[in-house]
């Protein structure tokens, strides 16, 4: 195959993954193990942290309507402290490799993301806009309302770049993101060892 794109997640591939302070979190306050990656994952079309990702509501709605999910599970959660950990560190290596691509092939970045302005910790907004310029196109939920894995999303990455999906390859951290991208002929690497799926994106493209 003549792969003529990349197309990139964010969070948990160019950056290291919410899950991992999510869990931090949990830890430190005695809450269970994947419980705010399962309050999220509920209603994954409706659920506060969908809406969130869409710019249907802002941070105060966010902070109220995910406390309440959180409630009702018995536990006393606040969106705003989930906004806090939504912050992961840049992955040098992985950005090396975005600009030895940069060039040779169309890169895209496909990201579901909340807006800056209302994200409370943006110590590194400055490390990721620059990042988010290596890629020719970027498409981010929280602007377009829509989010992965909505079919629709990966179509207009592949107009945007003008490539068609097989000449596509794509990486993401979760698998429900994957699925649609494999669905209309996009070539899939799962992120769970980021160095990996680097070495698998190589390989697709026989780069030594």
């Known amino acids: 195959m003549a792969y003529k794109a990349v197309i990139w997640d964010f969070g948990g591939v ?10 931090n979190f949990e830890k430190d306050n005695n809450l269970p193990n994947d419980l705010i990656r399962t309050i999220n994952s509920e209603n994954p079309d409706t659920n506060a942290w969908a809406k969130f990702e869409r710019n249907d509501i802002n941070a105060s709605e966010f902070n109220n309507l ?3 999910e959180a409630k009702k599970k018995g ?3 606040m969106g705003s402290q989930i906004i806090k950990l939504l912050s992961g560190k840049i992955r040098p ?17 496909i990201t579901n993301n909340v807006q800056p302005d209302t994200n409370n ?5 400055n490390e990721v806009s620059e990042v988010m310029k290596i890629f020719d196109h970027v498409i981010e939920s929280s602007l377009i309302g829509i989010r992965k894995p909505d079919l629709k ?12 999906p097989e000449e596509c390859i794509y990486l993401d951290d979760l698998g429900v993101n994957l699925k649609p991208a494999r669905a209309i002929g996009m070539t899939t690497i799962k992120v769970i060892d980021p160095q990996i799926a680097v070495s698998q994106v190589k390989k697709f493209l026989n780069i030594v």
């Not at 999303?153 to 068609?164: D, K």
């Open 121 to 125: 910790q943006n110590n590194n907004s």
């Open 14 to 23: 160019v950056t290291s993954s919410p899950f991992e302070a999510f869990n």
């Open 153 to 164: 999303i990966y179509n207009m990455s592949c107009e945007a770049l003008g490539v068609l």
């Open 93 to 109: 290596f992985v950005v090396d490799f975005l600009n030895d691509l940069k060039g040779s092939y169309k890169l895209g970045c």
């Open 75 to 77: 536990f006393d959660i």
């Open 66 to 68: 995910f406390m309440s």
